[in-house]
């Protein structure tokens, strides 16, 4: 059978859109503003190549994101598959106490708030209304990787194809940032992404179920130069 012979699954199609658009690193919620530490790296000199700025990407997926935002995004659609707000609640707290820099808590929040603005008024999905009503109430401040996997849920996104766009969203930040404050080339950007993408695979599967005695887990040292970045001379980005 021919590629126009076949069938157009319009409703699958649909939602590889929203997919793209949930996914899109040029959303704007604001998210080119932070570095999330990475540029109190490169201004002591840690990260100063594509070849430290590719394996600072593939510590913070490894042993940053795995156990922290892409567990808690995990966590996050399976508790509004279930339609459960009491457990978005106790996973919005648990999260807020794990971010211990200042500005890393604070833009993930900010981050999540635009994002529910954008693609709220287009679901009708009860979760979505309820956890809506829940950070009016002020039970949640809406943390960015909380407010990504109730987002994927509520449109029926296939949980692993969110969390491989969830992380890889998170890389391509991360590597646009690096390239623009090192700098590098943006060719370099690119076949650093390509080489990553196996990594993000394997991140993907161990996130599909999180291991609660692991949430929390991170490298100070990120957080250590998140919270050097609030007292930097000079600085580009607000995180």
């Known amino acids: 059978m021919s590629g126009s012979d076949r069938k157009i699954d319009i409703e699958t199609l649909t939602r590889a859109g929203l997919l793209l658009q949930l996914a899109d690193p040029t959303l704007p919620i604001g998210g080119f503003n ?16 594509a070849v430290t700025l590719k394996a600072f ?3 913070q997926l490894k042993q940053n994101w795995l156990h922290n935002d892409g567990a ?6 399976t508790a509004a598959t279930e339609h459960n707000l009491n457990a978005l609640i106790s996973l919005d707290r648990q999260i807020g106490a794990t971010k211990i820099a200042r500005e890393l808590r604070e ?11 954008i693609f709220a008024p287009h679901t009708s999905a009860a979760i979505v209304a309820s956890y809506q009503a829940a950070l009016t109430a002020q039970q949640v401040r809406g943390f960015y990787p909380l407010v990504f996997g109730l987002l994927a849920a509520s449109m029926q996104l296939d949980k692993a194809a969110a969390l491989q ?21 943006q060719m370099a950007g690119q076949e650093m992404l390509i080489e990553l993408h196996a990594v993000i695979a394997h991140i993907v599967i161990a996130s599909m179920q999180p ?24 600085r580009l980005y607000m995180s």
Do not use: C, W
């Not at 766009?165 to 080339?185: E, R």
């Open 34 to 49: 932070h570095s999330g530490g990475l540029e109190t790296f490169v201004q002591q000199g840690i990260i100063h190549d």
């Open 57 to 59: 990407a593939e510590t």
């Open 72 to 77: 808690y995004m995990s966590l996050a659609y």
């Open 107 to 117: 833009s993930s929040y900010k981050l999540g708030i635009r994002l529910l603005k």
């Open 165 to 185: 766009a969830f992380y890889y969203n998170a890389v391509v930040g991360l590597i646009t940032n690096g390239v623009k404050l090192i700098p590098l080339s």
């Open 211 to 234: 291991q609660q005695q692991q949430l929390g887990a991170t490298t100070l040292a990120t957080d250590i130069r998140a919270m050097q970045h609030e007292r930097l001379y000079s």
